[in-house]
């Protein structure tokens, strides 16, 4: 199968260049466009491959090839791994993992079944998914909803050795972010809405020791903060940085969750992760002493650290005091851009406040933060010019701000709603055109806070939601091409509901992602025409992976209705403000698809 000579120039660049920091094992898999070795494809988190056998000529010709029923119904989200001829499936709660024979009409190899107390599954925010396994040589990771993080032996799935994350009964769970970097497993955490202190934590990949472990917030030393050589907008983040922004001890059940995806840099040996919101929902009780707005660092931050220590180089506070659940969470891709005339090593990060923002991954300065929807009216927008005093930091609409407006007062019309403009679906770089694909959710919603009293283990929102398509729009979602050099969006198409599904781009020139109704699609990467369309067992939260075995292209994804956008089918709610409001949003859902976990692989005949 050929490959594009450009892409393999510029993979080789961002994503392989390392002397000897990256996984070994990593790298070698990841270098091979046969396998789909990471979950966010490469390093890098481009979710792009070199395969181009399916193109957009023939891409309209793809049949299905096979299938693969997981055994669970509710929401799957994240892909398959494939390294030679095994692929490794993963399912939502109870996490069971299967080793298929890609040489033996794909033949279970074996089956790993962990065995969790199921009273996990009410203490896990927006269903029961998990966002994938990640394999480095002879060890395939996985990380429980329990917080449990097992290492199992890629030739007979049996156990290597066990750690424990967190603890479900303060409220702590895990969905997602594993990143395997040199020696060390590192792994996120779930649980701000149960006010948990969220973190970042790195284990032994020999061994599941604990390395290190970096808090959301907290003192100096919990954050692995440097207060003179950690930076934040071009000075030092100084001592106690986040203490000061909190009042009293509420940074102890703080929030911050890190379940997004996780990229690395293999030359500045530096991974890139988002925190989440603070706790609690209601802002009115996280203010300061004096009633005033403070900033509640390091809550919805982009971070930079070192994979070795976990000491930051950087961080990035994107919605100081947030009011709104604007997470922080969603990926970075890393990429080597022209930005305002000037050669630039940045990460593209479309955070679910609405703003994509173009960050020079080196120093955590933001170069460009534009929205990508049009709809966006909480911010007038992100003060950019270094010299002002508010630089860095959104402008606030002051009809918007759920804290001005205060304590049960329900605040209307916000864009986007809580679940962003775009989720944990992770979006894709394509280096045939240089932008970036961007499955949106083109939702708004109506906030209402309310005091909430602080019981571990149990729910700590305080805020009433419910959602719907913006003023004079019936659709609740979008597939977006977005030029992050200028911060422009070069196409916007409709969408019937959220585009809760990853998205590949390839060498072929196309794009290809599932949707929430129940369907796959590819399109043309230049104009987004499209030039596929096939039917899914179930509603797709999954994302499309592509390999290659003995020749052939094949590309993938799961199917299985369910996440935060589809939590009232996958749980059997039907209040529209429940499921954190998302319910009565997408209700229509229930008249397209139902529950079932299925893998769907297609090829050309």
Known sequence: MRRSALACGLLATVALSSPGLANEDVKKASADPNNWALQQGNYAGWRYSELDQVNTSNVKDLKVAWQFSTGVLRGHEGSPIVIGNRMYVHSAFPNNVFALDLDNDNKILWKYSPKQDPSVIPVMCCDTVNRGVQVAGDTLILGQADTTLVALDTA?????????????????????????????????????????????????????????????????????????????????????????????????????????????????????????????????????????????????????????????????????????????????????????????????????????????????????????????????????????????????????????????????????????????????????TGHFYIPTNNVCMDYEPFKVSYTPGQPYVGATLSMFPPEGQTNTGKFTIWDASEGKIVKAIDEPFSVWSGVLTTAGGIACHGTLEGYVKCRDQKDGAELFKHRLPSGSIGNVFTYAHKGKQYIGLYSGVGGWAGIGLAAGLDKPTDGLGAVGNYAGLKSYTDLGGTLTVYSLP
């Open 156 to 432: 007979t799935g049996k156990e290597k050795w066990k750690a424990v994350n967190g603890d479900p009964k303060k409220g702590e769970t895990h969905t997602g972010f594993l990143l395997i970097v040199n020696d060390k497993v590192i792994m996120g955490t779930s649980g701000a809405e149960f006010g948990v202190r969220c973190h970042v934590t790195a284990y032994n990949l020999k061994d599941g020791k604990r390395a290190w472990r970096a808090y959301s917030m907290g003192p100096d030393a919990d954050i692995l903060v440097d207060p003179e050589k950690t930076m934040s907008l071009g000075k030092p983040v100084g001592k106690d940085s986040s203490l000061k922004t909190w009042t009293g001890d509420q940074w102890k059940i703080g929030g911050g969750s890190t379940w997004g995806y996780a990229s690395y840099d293999t030359e500045a040996n530096l991974f890139y992760y988002g925190t989440g919101n603070p706790s609690t929902w209601n802002p009115a009780q996280r203010a300061g002493p004096d009633g005033k707005q403070i900033d509640q660092k390091w809550s919805m931050t982009l971070f930079a650290r070192n994979p070795d220590t976990g000491v930051a180089a950087w961080a990035y506070q994107m919605t100081p005091f947030d009011e709104w659940d604007y997470d922080g969470v969603n990926e970075s891709i890393l990429a080597d851009l022209k930005v305002k005339g000037a050669d630039r090593k940045v990460l593209v990060h479309f955070d679910r406040n609405g703003f994509g923002y173009t960050v020079d991954r080196l120093t955590g300065e933001p170069l460009v933060a534009e929205p990508y929807n049009t709809a966006l009216n909480w911010s007038t927008g992100v003060e950019l010019d270094k010299s002002k005093p508010n630089y860095g930091r959104p402008t606030v609409v002051a009809s918007k701000s759920t804290f001005l407006n205060g304590p049960d007062v329900n605040t209307k019309n916000v864009c986007p709603a809580a679940l962003g403009f775009k989720d944990q679906q992770p979006a894709a770089y394509s280096p045939l």
